[in-house]
């Protein structure tokens, strides 16, 4: 009888660990998405998108036609010391080169298409000092381009351009011909000031060139670099998702901070960790009222449990970078007020995404955009108008842009929009503490600022910005950040989780308080 009910509370106990295993609930996994692997291409696969890329911008260019394009000059930062090196982006586009002093040249004749890199030859003294330099061999290598000329001729090549004679290589006894038009980078105007600065020695060298017919290589490039391959996409994924762990383990860890520059070295220290180049754009981390200045960048303010956090960081790498915008409570728990204007900036961004797909319009989506914040700011009664003016007291940028190689990436607004296209959905709200003490004494305002006065003591210094990178697909959009929590239940979820796991780390984010 003993041995029975041994055997029964065997079984019995038995039983309920293969019932336990069966059925139970996996656990959760962790809640910060650790970055995916960098995506890896064959020396192959990138010479053949390079290559690619050559041959579309030699197919818009004019017969008996030469393009050049020059490496960037190096920046000063102070005195003696540089920025770090940053590669002209078309330059990359079309060689995957980052060296400085390299010169890239491209024919077109007829149906005759022929590349040329002129290239520092590896000096022992210039790698002792900064570093390895390319080989000819290397250089091949990675762009495919078959034919180097040393920039010690250079300058007689330019010579010969002027003069609109034809080139002859000391070197190899390369030749290029004589041709009646040059594309250059240049700057679209002399208003254009950011071009003047990036494209002086383009622009300088055109006065050279006289009565040369000189066209701008710009729109071929802002035309082309729309729409993104395959093998962009994957790069610039890459990017988005080292942001994507940057914005989880800062909102993680933002109960442990005292001031915005701690947060922010979260970021960075996330960004090197996972290889990014260096950020895309200065990383804008903002508390409480700090959160309603757009392009806020001197992270010197407190972190307050109550405040909301406005975080817009980007990591770049291989020369794409991702623009992703997040704004938390620090306490993790939305108050109603946050909650209230955090979810018209919400449904504006969900609007948007509904209505993109091939051959939407960006005006149209900022309009969407435009309609659904003015309708919440009315109904909160921070407007008295729907009068498509008022609202930008409030909301007073544009939707987004283009993303890709530059965070406001090139290419034409008024293009359809159309699969392989990405742009940054990003409408917000800004409630600046002395927004009604700048406006002008005029009836109206008096009137506006009395009737919005009580709404407005409500919600002031809230500011909301939710950015997420969007890639349009043949059916519509893929959010490229999806990862990333966005809803308020989602977020106030992640932060109760995600703190957590910081726990176990803590000695790296010592409590302030």
Known sequence: MKKAIIWIIIAAFLLSGLSAAVFSQPS????????PQAPRFTDAERQAELAKRRAAVAEKMEDNSVLILLSAEPKIYSNSVDYVFRQENN??????????????????????????????????VSETWDGKMYSDDEARNISGLKTIIPTTERAAFFD?????????????????????TVYMLLPLSPNDGNAMREFRQENEFRKELGERNVLNARPIFAQIRLVKSPYELKLMQHAIDISTEAHMRSMAMVHHAKWEYEVQAEVEYTFRRRNADYWGYPSI??????????????????????????????????HYTADITRTFPVNGKFSKEQAEIYQIVYDAQEAVAKMTKPGVRFAALQAEAARVIEDGLFRLGLVTAKDGQQFRRWYMHGLGHWLGMNVHDVGDY????????????????????????????????RDFIAKV?????????IGVRIEDDMLVTATGVEWMNKALPRSIGDIESFMARASKEMNYTASLFPSRR
């Open 285 to 318: 981390v903002g508390c409480g009222q700090n959160a309603t200045t757009l392009h806020y960048q001197i992270p010197k303010g407190e972190v307050k449990s109550g405040d909301l956090l406005l975080m817009d960081v980007g990591a770049e790498y291989e």
């Open 453 to 461: 006065k009580p709404a407005f003591d409500k919600y002031k210094s």
């Open 160 to 180: 010969a351009l002027k003069a609109k004679e034809a080139f002859t290589a000391k070197a190899g006894g390369v030749e290029i011909g004589a041709f009646e």
């Open 91 to 124: 330059f990359v586009y079309l060689t995957g080169l980052k060296q400085k002093g390299a010169v890239f040249v491209m024919t077109k004749s007829g149906d005759a298409v022929s590349e040329y890199l002129f290239l520092p030859r590896r000096n022992p």
């Open 28 to 35: 959760a996994g962790p809640a910060i998405r650790v970055t």
């Open 414 to 445: 008024g293009t359809p929009l159309a699969p392989g296209m990405v742009f940054t959905n990003e409408p917000g709200i800004y409630i600046r503490p002395d927004a009604l003490e700048w406006l002008p004494d005029t009836p109206e305002n």
